[in-house]
């Protein structure tokens, strides 16, 4: 049944929620007794609760208000056990409460998993610059990264492309190797390193994926 203007008004100005909720309760319980509400009119009536069938239904709809003195007497009536907390709904806080609480554990979760990932990028990041720079400060000794060439370089320096230069160069690849195009070592407008052999510059490091393509380090 759709609401009249006067209804909606009685709504806003019944306090609402209390109201609905109180509603709600008496409703219930009258139900469970088998009761209706022309009972529950007569039965208040003669307990100095003057409530007509009419002013019942729209209470027991939210739509108005209730009286002190109104709910101690349906309480006595209904055998019901409300206090502050079921008239200003607060059950239903809580419960907003708790899905709050429950979404800013899950952003908080999302936001250490995030935290992990770039610790661990930061961690990757660190140890390929320290193969590359102990592989060529220790020309003697053998080096080993567990991927392709490319992976390293996007590893230790990822979209810095300076740094990747300045460290190419250290190694000895040749200037005409470092430039921005298909024919150099990185791949226009991208952030993957070109396929590259350092084999040449660094024959103490092996990449171990290289082998599937044919190439090392």
């Keep these: 049944m759709n609401e009249s203007q006067d209804d909606l008004l009685d709504r806003r100005n019944s306090g609402s929620e209390p109201a609905e909720n109180f509603g709600k309760r008496v409703r219930v319980a009258r139900e469970s007794l088998g009761k209706g509400q022309a009972w529950l ?40 056990d409300l206090n502050l907390r079921d008239l200003r709904g607060e059950q239903d806080e809580l419960s907003a409460l708790v899905d709050a609480a ?6 908080a979760s999302d936001a250490a998993r995030a935290a992990d990932l770039e610790l661990d990028r930061a961690e990757q990041k660190r140890d390929a610059r320290t193969l590359l720079r102990d592989a060529v400060q220790r020309p003697t000794e053998s080096f080993e ?22 460290a190419l160069r250290a190694v000895g690849v040749p200037e005409e190797m470092l430039v921005d195009d298909r ?35």
């Design 41 to 80: 009119s007569e039965r208040l009536q003669t307990l100095g609760v003057p409530l007509s069938k009419t002013a019942l239904s729209r209470l027991e709809g939210g739509y108005r208000a209730v009286k002190l003195s109104e709910a101690v007497v349906l309480c006595e009536v209904l055998d019901l």
């Design 102 to 107: 429950e979404e800013r554990v899950a952003e």
């Design 183 to 217: 024919a150099g070592a990185f791949k226009r407008r991208g952030h993957f390193y070109k396929r590259l052999s350092l084999a040449e510059w660094l024959p103490n490091l092996t990449c171990v994926e290289d082998d599937e393509y044919g190439q090392h380090c």
């Design 145 to 166: 990264w567990q991927g392709t060439t490319q992976d390293l370089l996007s590893t230790a320096f990822g979209r810095d492309h300076g740094a990747a230069r300045v």
